[in-house]
């Protein structure tokens, strides 16, 4: 056997670093190499029905980005990590994201408390986090200068421009049942501000807990005087949730109901035990049936997404879309290609340029980019605005009723978050 | 709503509660009474339970008919499960207290994740077999919830006839009295663990497709019953049907009432410090016998 000299081993380890860490390749493999963005995705625990769509719906938008050319010319791949629904899983996927995919940034996220539990670890790794959440945590200041919402509307805005109509529609005294935990509380406290500012009142607030199984025992704390109920649940009994109201008022008097539709996303309006939330309303942040008035693209959307005209799978009627949020998700990653092309995005180190650039937006105009609808940003709060939708429940589908005005929901600037160091 | 609507209400709640609670703990009691044995993965097979008769009823056409049919298959397919884990994994370890225990948390995890994988994370419906509601003046009530208070009723009434009428509830008897002397009367002792673990199990799922068209079929539907089933077998006394039978009507009573006055959480607080307190003062429960 020959024997390697330690000298020529040492050399070529010494060449070898030498090629590995030379600027030109390195350069050169970037140009080339796809962008990479991380998905916090709920594919299990209780926000699974959601994390089945928006799967879908980033991988829709996905193949219509890199069919356009990608994003500054480089291919786009999506890496999707599930965080089970849970805060503390959630950061540590940010983490694996990050440090071991190597993603670009990370969106998708929807459920709020794995959103707040997430967001300071992005932050420490310095990796732009774009949230589909609705919370009210990006606007309030609560998180950090890496943290964007530009996809979906947030709940403080959404329930203040929808508490007029309530108030002036549907009744004055206001009983609200909400998931007891931060997406919930923000229904809570600004929904019950926007109707007293109508001359309403909350006369009851009924918290229920967000893994709740049976819901019958919460219902006989209604007031009896109560005009509209205001509902709004999550989690995977939301349908037990709904059927056992419906067992509860029965065939008896019942007031007015004010739902948000996210008491049954995913959940087939016509199923067994809900006629009677025939003439209720909801809020819908994307109308799930597809409107007589619909825009030209909102047939090429769903066709993208596989959604049929009655917001179920086109593959399976059963399977009914989390059609009023997962927008969010194609709307965001329109932000992504549009935040990175203005900051000319090449690599990691460009990070903090595609945060400027997204702060530097002001708006964005209703088309195949923006399907939901034209919306406004605040680069200062992180947070976009947009339109809200009130359909009835009519004849076992939701038709809208209303729609509000962007400037209803506005609210005053609660922190500036460009002048917060990165 | 008034004083006394409102406990009618919790009333019937409470009974549902306890109708199914009694369903679930009995199959626990039975596997600790019988073979010592600390089922931890009992939760799971409830999961498995409501699972298969989610999976049953999608493959029968009719609401009605699916519903039977997954009463029929569910439970059997869920015992014959329990008796495959015994007779591959508990008998290997002797029964030792301690090894089954640790050997049932890791069959819970894979059960579960085992859901997971084939089942999907979705929470599904089953249809009820008919959608009777009762319309009282203040409030309207599911018929069906009635019905399982009865059908628990009937299930509860055949396993004791069971343990006290027949030839096989006699051996099992004699087997938790003195399993050696059991043995040296000729009695197959395996066969009989094997059959009270699949029993156990079988009356789990069986508690778990009559809840499944309330609250539907989810791979993370075991904790509750689990804990709840531990509790119940604490405070009657572990092996002893008419305790876990009179523990389940206390605790899903309480439950019931308590949670609809006060908040939830509360009743399951109570339930807690009532465990605590039999543990204090009758380690062997309500009606447990005292260790020998």
Not at chain 1, 62 to 67: D, G, H, I
């Given at each position: 056997m020959t024997h390697l000299p330690r000298r020529s081993v040492l050399a070529g380890l010494a060449a070898g670093s030498a090629l590995a860490l030379s600027p030109a390749r390195f350069a050169m493999a970037q140009s080339a190499a796809p962008i990479k963005l991380g998905f916090q995705l709920h594919r299990t625990g209780i926000g699974a029905s959601y994390g089945r769509?928006?799967?879908?719906?980033?991988?829709?938008?996905?193949?219509?980005?890199?069919?356009?050319?990608?994003?500054?010319?480089?291919?786009?791949?999506?890496?999707?990590?599930?965080?089970?629904?849970?805060?503390?899983?959630?950061?540590?996927?940010v983490d694996?994201?990050?440090?071991?995919?190597?993603?670009?940034?990370?969106?998708?996220?929807?459920f709020s408390h794995v959103v707040i539990g997430s967001a300071p670890r992005a932050g420490e790794l310095k990796v732009p986090y774009l949230v589909c959440s609705e919370g009210y945590h990006v606007a309030s200041g609560m998180l950090n200068r890496w943290t964007l919402q530009p996809g979906i509307t947030d709940v403080r805005a959404q329930v203040s421009s929808m508490a007029p109509w309530v108030t002036s529609t549907l009744g004055k005294k206001v009983t609200m049942v909400f998931p007891d935990y931060a997406f919930g509380h923000d229904h809570r406290d600004f929904f019950t501000a926007a109707v007293e500012a109508q001359?309403?009142?909350?006369?009851?607030?009924?918290?229920?807990?967000?893994?709740?199984?049976?819901?019958?025992?919460?219902?006989?704390?209604?007031?009896?005087?109560?005009?509209?109920?205001?509902?709004?649940?999550?989690?995977?009994?939301?349908?037990?949730?709904?059927?056992?109201?419906?067992?509860?008022?029965?065939?008896?008097?019942?007031?007015?109901?004010?739902?948000?539709?996210?008491?049954?996303?995913?959940?087939?309006?016509?199923?067994?035990?809900?006629?009677?939330?025939?003439?209720?309303?909801?809020?819908?942040?994307?109308?799930?049936?597809?409107?007589?008035?619909?825009?030209?693209?909102?047939?090429?959307?769903?066709?993208?997404?596989?959604?049929?005209?009655?917001?179920?799978?086109?593959?399976?009627?059963?399977?009914?879309?989390?059609?009023?949020?997962?927008?969010?998700?194609?709307?965001?990653?329109s932000v992504i290609k549009q935040g990175m092309e203005v900051a000319g995005y090449q690599s990691t180190a460009d990070r903090q340029k595609f945060v400027e650039a997204v702060e530097a937006m002001t708006g964005f105009d209703a088309g195949l980019d923006h399907v939901q609808g034209t919306k406004t940003f605040n680069g200062k709060t992180h947070q976009v605005f947009g339109q809200q939708f009130i359909s009835k429940v009519e004849g076992g589908k939701l038709i809208r009723v209303h729609a509000t005005a962007i400037e209803d929901g506005l609210y005053p600037d609660a922190v500036d978050y460009t002048t917060q160091s990165f | 709503m008034g004083t006394g609507p409102l406990l009618l209400l919790a009333t019937l709640e409470g009974t549902v509660m306890a109708a199914v609670l009694a369903l679930a703990a009995v199959g626990l009691s039975l596997t600790f009474g019988v073979m010592r044995v600390v089922n931890v993965a009992h939760g799971e097979f409830y999961m498995m339970g409501a699972v298969l008769a989610w999976a049953v009823a999608q493959a029968v056409p009719s609401a009605p008919l699916g519903f039977v049919a997954a009463l029929l298959i569910a439970p059997p397919l869920v015992a014959a499960l329990a008796w495959v884990t015994d007779t591959t994994l508990l008998k290997r370890l002797n029964y030792?207290?301690?090894?089954?225990?640790?050997?049932?948390?890791?069959?819970?995890?894979?059960l579960q994740q085992g859901a997971l994988s084939f089942f999907g994370p979705d929470a599904r419906?089953?249809?009820?077999?008919?959608?009777?509601?009762?319309?009282?003046?203040?409030?309207?009530?599911?018929?069906?919830?009635?019905?399982?208070?009865?059908?628990?009723?009937?299930?509860?009434?055949?396993?004791?006839?069971?343990?006290?009428?027949?030839?096989?509830?006699?051996?099992?008897?004699?087997?938790?009295?003195?399993?050696?002397?059991?043995?040296?009367?000729?009695?197959?002792?395996?066969?009989?663990?094997?059959?009270?673990?699949?029993?156990?199990?079988?009356?789990?799922?069986?508690?778990?497709?009559?809840?499944?068209?309330?609250?539907?079929?989810?791979?993370?539907?075991?904790?509750?019953?689990?804990?709840?089933?531990?509790?119940?077998v604490i405070i009657g006394g572990l092996g002893s049907l008419r305790g876990t039978l009179i523990a389940a009507l206390i605790i899903g009573l309480a439950d019931g009432i308590l949670s609809m006055l006060y908040p939830p959480t509360l009743a399951k607080i109570v339930a807690t410090l009532v465990v605590a307190l039999v543990l204090v003062f009758r380690p062997q429960g309500l009606f447990g016998a005292p260790a020998r």
């Open positions: 769509w928006y799967e879908r719906t980033a991988q829709a938008a996905l193949t219509r980005v890199n069919a356009a050319g990608g994003i500054n010319g480089r291919p786009v791949e999506i890496v999707f990590e599930d965080d089970g629904t849970d805060p503390k899983r959630g950061a540590e996927v694996k994201l990050v440090s071991q995919h190597g993603c670009d940034l990370i969106f998708g996220p929807l001359g309403g009142q909350i006369v009851a607030k009924i918290a229920v807990p967000p893994t709740e199984t049976s819901f019958t025992r919460y219902f006989p704390q209604i007031p009896a005087d109560t005009d509209v109920l205001y509902h709004v649940m999550v989690g995977p009994a939301v349908l037990t949730f709904v059927k056992e109201l419906g067992e509860f008022y029965g065939s008896g008097a019942r007031p007015q109901i004010f739902g948000f539709i996210d008491s049954l996303e995913a959940v087939d309006l016509a199923g067994p035990g809900l006629e009677f939330l025939e003439g209720t309303h909801f809020w819908e942040g994307h109308c799930r049936v597809k409107q007589a008035d619909a825009p030209a693209w909102e047939g090429e959307y769903r066709a993208a997404v596989g959604v049929d005209d009655n917001g179920a799978s086109v593959s399976d009627a059963k399977d009914v879309a989390t059609y009023a949020h997962m927008f969010s998700v194609w709307e965001t990653l | 030792d207290p301690e090894s089954t225990i640790v050997a049932t948390i890791g069959l819970s995890y894979l419906p089953v249809a009820a077999p008919f959608s009777l509601r009762l319309q009282f003046p203040w409030f309207g009530y599911s018929g069906y919830k009635l019905f399982v208070v009865l059908a628990a009723l009937l299930v509860l009434g055949a396993v004791w006839l069971f343990l006290r009428r027949s030839k096989a509830g006699l051996v099992m008897r004699a087997t938790q009295v003195d399993r050696n002397t059991a043995r040296a009367f000729g009695i197959n002792v395996d066969r009989v663990y094997a059959g009270t673990f699949a029993l156990g199990a079988g009356l789990a799922a069986l508690a778990a497709v009559l809840v499944v068209p309330i609250s539907q079929a989810h791979y993370l539907m075991g904790h509750d019953p689990l804990l709840l089933s531990f509790i119940v």
